[in-house]
């Protein structure tokens, strides 16, 4: 919550805030690090054993054993430079690598979503459960594009045509932490993207599988904390999702 605060006071101040390139088309702003500040005062106070891994740079970065928590202090930092909606703080808890619980708050709206090993999906309060529908055509699919490495962009695009063609549409906001807390939530079907990092998908891995959901690797492996490829869905949504990507890859 106190990131989140962080967040949507930053955004009050759009047009002042210092940011910069960390590499092609990935930026980072003042409001990032100081929402990673926020989070990792909490952390440090009520678990001062615990580490973070975290996007800007935690000095915890190499930590896989025991609590870890997984932080993404600002998902869709160039959504929130622009001024659109679609941005989110992502954190989960890892117990020797696992899953344990996990949150995302989507900032502009003020949504919660929660999940915890064993216990279930919350979104407001209310369990969630991910969406009953299995034909294609009534799908809605979410994705992230590629777009810091050629080589996967001449992959991913021609993935495209058979998801179009195939489902009721596709829709690219640009923050992975909300996709995946869409797909929990029932929102869309399914979602897929090639390359994520730990902090972006960490706490969306737990809420769909604790709301009735698959996530896995590309090639249907299940899916780690630490992958690149990410497949996510109902169950029948996810095994044809799979199944389009993989057949229509070049």
Known sequence: ARAAEVVRAGA????????????????????????????????????????????????????TRGLVFVADPLDGTTNFLHGFPAYAVSIAA??????????????????????????GARHAGAPMRVSEIADPARALIATGFPFTREEEIARYVPMLPAVMRATSGIRRAGAAALDLAD??????EAFWELRLS?????????????????????????????????????????????????????
């Open 198 to 250: 730990p902090w972006d998908i960490a706490a969306g891995i737990l809420l769909i599988r604790e709301a009735g959901g698959i996530v896995t690797t590309l090639d249907g492996a299940p899916c780690p904390v630490a992958v690149t490829s990410c497949v996510a869905g109902n169950p029948s949504m996810h095994r044809w999702l799979i199944d389009t990507l993989v057949n229509r890859e070049p």
């Open 12 to 63: 009050e101040r759009r047009a002042s805030l210092t940011w910069e390139s960390k590499g092609r088309f990935d930026f980072v702003s003042d409001v990032d690090r100081a929402s990673e500040a926020a989070l990792g005062d909490v952390i440090r106070q009520r678990h001062p054993d615990a580490t973070l891994l975290a996007e800007e740079g935690s000095p915890d970065a190499g930590a």
């Open 94 to 119: 890892l117990v020797d690598g696992v899953p344990a619980a996990g949150a995302i708050i989507n900032v502009p709206t003020g949504a919660l979503f929660t999940a915890t090993a064993g216990g």
């Open 183 to 188: 797909v929990a939530c029932g929102r869309y």
